[in-house]
């Protein structure tokens, strides 16, 4: 069979430990007898960064806003260990936050389903996606032990220097306070990724604050949503047979409860960050998690949403064998060349992208699978794979 061609290259990210084992097991046996893999490489390998002062995460996601489409290996972030381990010259931030900073992006996270590994919520049939806004809040506050009688406010001075003044509060005892803000350009941006992508993925779009009791605050989240909406994608969404709808935050909780889910539910960010681990826990394995980095301007960058499994790597540098869930980075790829093929208009390779989705899928549900879904399987008598078997298994079903 002729291998399916690529004429634009997406930008690959490798990246660390055990995630790192199974990018190479993914390329040899699932993506490289099928497909002619036109890819940008970039080693984000803790220690190229180290090697390159960090620069090749910055050039990896400049390539992204030349070629649109990324994937990206899950990474290590440095803490003080692993300055030791790999001995760092610096503790380099976190390749995601530094690729979102430059892309400006919104992440959406979704549970890949597949029958036998059962939501705990059993009327869940569906996936559903957080949209998590990944600025300011409580995640960039100023906070203050108050140490006891005294007034605290909230001073707005102009460049012209008139002041805007709000008490936050009297005491008359020992307290905490807390300041925290966000900026219009950044919901803005937030609220055109949600639209894009719910759009994008034909599904409806929710949203949901606190803006009954935070009138300033999250009410301006909510306006900002709804005229972006009304101006700019009210028709498209007409058009898509798609609803944007938003309400209270604990009616929002209470309704996905009861839900079958199956729509994107945009977050605030610390509202994202709760809600995504329950989600992911919820619908059985953070090892079954997709997630993707959507920019305003249309780039997409896709990655698995869990770590590089550390405990696993451990075994495997000792010879011991794995078994690793490759499901999520295998998703990663595909969800990257299906977007290529929308973009280039290349049928092949949207169609392969399914197929190889499919067969993983299936590999699953006929009772093949990796330690962690044997674990929670409602499949009786799993066969427990090690990481590169199942990653064969699946590919028996390609050929
Ligand atoms: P982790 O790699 O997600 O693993 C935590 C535990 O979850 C594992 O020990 C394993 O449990 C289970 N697990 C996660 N993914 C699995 C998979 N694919 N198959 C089977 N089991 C899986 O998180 P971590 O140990 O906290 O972090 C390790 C490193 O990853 C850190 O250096 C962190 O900085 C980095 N990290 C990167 C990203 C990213 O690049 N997006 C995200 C999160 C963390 P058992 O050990 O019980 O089997
Ligand atoms: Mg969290």
């Not at 619908?283 to 997409?300: C, H, I, N």
């Not at 990257?336 to 197929?355: C, Q, T, V, Y």
């Not at 044997?374 to 064969?392: D, G, H, M, Q, R």
Request: proline share 3%.
């Amino acid at each position: 069979m002729a291998k399916i061609k690529m004429e634009t290259p997406i930008v690959e990210m490798d990246g660390d430990e055990m995630t790192r084992i199974l990018w190479k097991m993914i390329k040899k046996h699932l993506l490289e007898p099928f497909v002619e893999l036109n890819t940008k490489y970039y080693d984000l390998g803790l220690e190229y960064r180290n090697e390159t002062s960090d620069q090749v995460t910055i050039d990896s996601a400049n390539a992204v806003k030349k070629y649109k489409v990324a994937v990206k290996c899950a990474t290590i972030t440095p803490n003080a260990a692993r300055m030791e381990e790999y001995n760092l010259k610096e503790m380099w931030k976190s390749p995601n936050g530094t690729i979102r900073a430059i892309l400006d992006g919104t992440v959406f996270r979704a549970p890949i389903v597949v029958k036998g590994i059962e939501p705990c919520v059993k009327n869940w049939k569906k996936p559903i996606t957080i949209a998590r806004h990944a600025y300011g809040d409580v995640y960039k506050n100023t906070e203050m032990k108050i140490p006891g009688a005294g007034k605290v406010e909230l001073v707005y001075t102009a460049e012209d220097g008139t002041e805007i003044r709000e008490l936050v509060h009297n005491y008359t005892s020992t307290g905490v306070a807390q300041g925290m803000h966000n900026l219009n350009d950044s919901i803005e941006s937030f609220a055109r990724s949600c639209f894009n992508y719910a759009l994008d993925i034909k599904q409806d779009l929710w949203f949901a604050t606190k803006d009954t009791i935070s009138k300033k605050y999250d009410h301006t989240f909510k306006d900002i949503f709804q005229e972006i909406f009304d101006a700019e994608y009210k028709e498209k969404f007409e058009k898509a047979g798609i609803v944007y709808f938003y309400t209270l935050i604990d009616d929002a909780v209470a309704r996905v409860m009861k839900s079958e889910g199956g729509y994107v539910w945009a977050c605030k960010n610390y509202d994202g960050d709760v809600m995504s681990d329950m989600i992911s826990s919820a619908f059985g394995s953070l090892a079954m998690m997709t997630s993707v980095l959507v920019s305003p301007e249309g780039y997409y960058e896709y990655e698995a949403a869990h770590g590089t499994v550390q405990r696993h790597y451990y075994k495997h540098l000792k010879g011991e064998e794995t078994s690793t869930n490759s499901v999520a980075t295998i998703f990663a790829w595909t969800g990257a060349l299906r977007k290529r093929g929308e973009i280039d208009g290349n049928k092949e390779l949207m169609e392969f992208a399914s197929r190889l989705e499919k067969a993983t899928i299936d590999t699953i549900e006929e009772g093949k699978m990796t330690k962690d879904l044997a674990l929670i399987t409602t499949v009786e008598k799993p066969v427990v794979l090690s990481s590169e078997e199942f990653i064969k298994a699946v590919a028996e079903k390609l050929v």
